[in-house]
């Protein structure tokens, strides 16, 4: 049984950061972020492949940073310059495919999720 576990969420106005953080037992080829605010799906924020390439969601591109720390088995998604619609729940997946993608049905593992809200 592979776990993941997000920590970091939390409430901020507009213009503010938060620091996500999603423990997990061993490293995976694609590790991403996704956020489902309320009355929505889920989308694809960012992911990090193995190989350390990124790719972002348009709608964070240049605001937020995906990174992880393997000897810490953490992957973190850097949020700056925030706003109200960046309000969400917040979760991170992981698979062992070599196609990482924003999609959500390309990831079988999944954390339970860190709320953020951001005020205006």
């Known amino acids: 049984q592979v776990q993941l576990a997000e920590s970091g969420g939390g409430s901020v106005q507009a213009g503010g950061s938060l620091k996500l953080s999603c423990s997990y037992p061993y490293n995976m080829y694609c590790m991403t972020w996704f956020r489902q605010a309320p009355g929505k799906e889920r989308e694809g924020v960012a992911f990090?492949?193995?190989?350390?390439?990124?790719v972002y969601s348009d709608f964070v591109k240049g605001r937020f940073t995906i990174s992880k720390d393997v000897p810490k088995n953490t992957l973190y998604l850097q949020m700056n310059s925030l706003e109200p619609q960046d309000t969400a729940m917040y979760y991170c997946?992981?698979?062992?495919?070599?196609?990482?993608?924003?999609?959500?049905?390309?990831?079988?593992?999944w954390g339970q999720g860190t709320q953020v809200a951001v005020s205006s």
């Open positions: 997946a992981a698979d062992y495919g070599g196609i990482c993608t924003l999609k959500e049905d390309s990831y079988r593992y």
């Open positions: 990090i492949a193995n190989n350390g390439r990124t």
